[in-house]
Each structure stands twice: as C-alpha cells, then as structure tokens.
C-alpha cells in the first residue's frame, strides 16, 4: 500500500470528505487529492500531524503513516529522522543499524532487542 491510498481509506472510513479534510490541514482539495491519488510526495510533517489527528489514527496507524511517507520520498521515516540524525543518541542508533547490517541481523534478532528496549518501559 502507498501513502496516499492509506490516508484516503483513512479518510473515507471516517467519512471526511476531500474537501473538508483539506480544510482541516490547511492545502488545497486539488494538492490532497494528487497526494491520495499517489501523484505527489507525502505532505511536510506538520500537515502529516495535523492528518494523524484529525483521522484519530491509532499510534501503529500513525508509524504505517510515517513509515509510507518515508518510503514514498525515499527516506528514512520522518518520524525517526531526528532521533536518527540530530539527538545525543544519533551516533550510536546508526553505529546499531549498520552493525545490524553487517552481521545480516536476523528478525529474530531484533525482535529480542525490542523485547529488551520494551523492558525498559
């Protein structure tokens, strides 16, 4: 699935309309429909906020949300770039992720790792 065609199921199952959606997050009915018509990038991450929560999306819709905006512009999901690229932490996530990488890390592996980081909590 894209992320247009998740957030206008989103949409339509919360029966918003196009337009009153548009309104809500401040661009035009003509930019959101090309966004859920897979016909331009995600919008910036205020406006992606301001969807999330005018959708009333679940935190996992939330990530689905982030994680196809991420996809669609070729990047890392937004909602993670800055704990990724500009916290005191970023040094050691991306040191992770490339020894993840290089060591072919199995999801086993990592689900033992969110298991140890959700002990955390």
């Known amino acids: 699935m894209q992320f247009g ?11 918003i309309t196009l337009r009153d959606m548009s309104e809500r997050i401040k661009v035009s ?9 897979n016909r ?13 929560k005018e959708l009333n999306l679940t935190t ?3 990530e689905t949300v ?4 991420g ?12 704990y ?3 916290s005191n ?4 996530v991306r040191t992770a992720l490339r020894k993840a990488k290089k060591a072919e890390a199995t999801i086993e592996d990592w689900k033992e790792f969110i298991k140890k980081i959700d002990g955390k909590e």
């Open 71 to 82: 996809k669609a512009r070729n990047e890392l999901s937004p909602d993670l770039l800055e």
């Open 5 to 15: 065609d998740f957030i206008k199921s989103k949409r339509l199952a919360a029966e």
């Open 60 to 62: 996992e819709e939330a």
């Open 29 to 37: 009915p003509a930019y959101l429909s090309d966004i859920e018509n």
């Open 89 to 92: 932490v970023s040094p050691y």
């Open 66 to 69: 982030y994680d196809l905006a």
């Open 84 to 86: 990724t690229m500009d």
């Open 40 to 52: 331009r990038y995600p919008m910036d991450n205020e406006k992606m906020a301001v969807l999330i």
